[in-house]
């Protein structure tokens, strides 16, 4: 396993459409893990392929329930709203509100090549979404409703 480099907003590899898996091999395999030791090493609770530089649709989540690894991530239902403040590991120092569905059902395949369905609620919903979003060259800041300066970050500590 090995820490990868973050890539950060202004690299064009965000902004592109990430390319589905058909074969998970070791590469993908190396990838999964490289991309959660990355993750947990950075402090963040998502991350995406691209965000590592790799256009493949893979992403690894963990909001404190234990690590997903989600190979070809699709939503298929969101209900509801919430409104949450977000960050990205891609885009150090900026904070906003965002409007997120308030629960999505994703459907991908595992680590194993099985299909798995997830059912996420408040902040593994936004995580989801979030890192669906990077996927398809979408960055958090294009959907923030506010931005918040430092002294509102302070406040919501």
Not at 30 to 58: C, F, H, N, S, W
Not at 119 to 135: F, M, N, P, S, T
């Amino acid at each position: 396993m090995a820490i990868r480099n973050i890539v950060k907003e202004g690299d064009e590899v965000l902004r592109k459409k990430s390319k589905e898996v058909t074969k998970i091999d070791d590469k993908i395999l190396t990838l999964l893990k490289d991309m959660a030791e990355t993750m947990y090493k950075a402090g963040g609770v998502g991350l995406a392929a691209p965000q590592v530089g790799i256009l493949k649709r893979v992403v690894v989540i963990d909001t404190g329930d234990g690590l997903l690894e989600l190979i070809n991530p699709v939503i298929t239902s969101a209900k509801g709203e919430q409104i949450e403040v977000e960050g990205c590991l891609s885009v150090p120092g900026l904070y906003a509100e965002v409007k997120r569905p308030a629960e999505v059902e994703v459907e991908a395949l595992n680590a194993k090549g099985e299909k798995i369905t997830i059912k996420g609620k408040e902040l593994l919903a936004v995580a989801l979404c979030h890192e669906i979003d990077h996927l398809d060259g979408i960055l958090f800041k294009d959907k923030a409703i506010r931005f918040l300066d430092e002294d509102e970050l302070k406040d919501s500590d």
